[in-house]
């Protein structure tokens, strides 16, 4: 065996919590960027949590052929379930394989609060911050408006709640959520037929990805895109509900 084997390698996922807007994705893409720089001969990628894609389990596909891989979480603070709960998120991945016995070694790093060297690192930066200057000097002169359309309700007749908590996210709830937001932008119709909103995790899990829809109160679980589709397509516009994939409905 030689070095350049992809059975030496060692691929990195640097393991975020997500958010709204492009600034959070940016942020661990210019994390990851620096990684590499670091890390020349290791394969760094990043994955999120809950609330955004690509989700754990894809990363680990996007890995490729190495020998061994190390999820290293970047978020504060910790959560001890969590953590014992993406190890099962990895176990799970490895049993879905054609040849488990075959698949990288996966170990998680120490959560990022526990390292000893984070102190440090804050330290240097709150000494910068003393070169910084105050926040008057830095805002807008409007800092004392907001936008006039925060104060109104958008038009809608249905409300579309998408779990994007951890074990959602990890089942695919991404490329859903992605799905059901380029839907609504290209349909002038759907806009005004429905408000959609990310959640968090909405219970119960094992029905995930899960999807809720007001005032109907129809939970749906289970979800692939052709089941979204349907939902878009007969259940938003028409109030027809996709009994397949029902899993209950309040009161």
């Known amino acids: 065996m030689t070095l350049s084997d992809p059975t030496h390698r060692t691929a ?21 960027e620096r990684m590499r720089a670091l890390l020349p001969d290791c394969r760094v990628t990043g994955a999120y949590v809950d609330r955004a894609e690509p989700s754990l389990p894809q990363a680990l596909d996007a890995c490729g052929p190495v020998g061994r891989i190390v999820v290293q979480p970047v978020f504060v603070p910790g959560d001890h ?7 099962k998120v990895a176990l799970r991945w490895r049993h879905r394989q054609p040849r488990p016995e075959a698949t990288p070694e996966i170990v998680f790093s120490p959560a990022l609060g526990g390292l000893a060297g984070l102190a440090d690192l804050l330290a240097q930066a709150l000494h910068t911050a003393a070169g910084l200057p105050d926040v008057a000097k830095t ?4 800092w004392q408006h907001d936008p006039v359309a925060w104060s109104d309700v958008p038009v809608h007749e249905r409300h579309v709640l998408v779990c994007m908590g951890p074990r959602c996210t990890a089942l695919g ?32 899990c094992n029905h995930g990805p899960l ?3 007001y005032p109907d109160g129809l939970w749906y679980g289970r979800l692939d895109a052709a089941a979204l589709d349907r939902i878009i397509d007969e259940h938003l516009p028409a109030g027809t509900v996709d009994e397949a994939h029902l899993v209950h409905r309040t009161g």
């Open 12 to 32: 990195v996922i640097l393991l975020s919590r997500g958010g709204n807007g492009p600034a959070a994705a940016e942020e661990l893409q210019t994390l990851q």
């Open 139 to 142: 805002a807008s002169a409007r």
């Open 81 to 87: 379930a969590l953590e014992r709960w993406l190890r």
């Open 211 to 213: 999807m809720i829809v």
């Open 173 to 204: 709830a991404g490329a859903l959520w992605h799905r059901l937001v380029r839907r609504r932008q290209d349909d002038s119709a759907l806009r005004k037929h429905a408000m959609v909103l990310q959640t968090g995790c909405q219970y119960p």
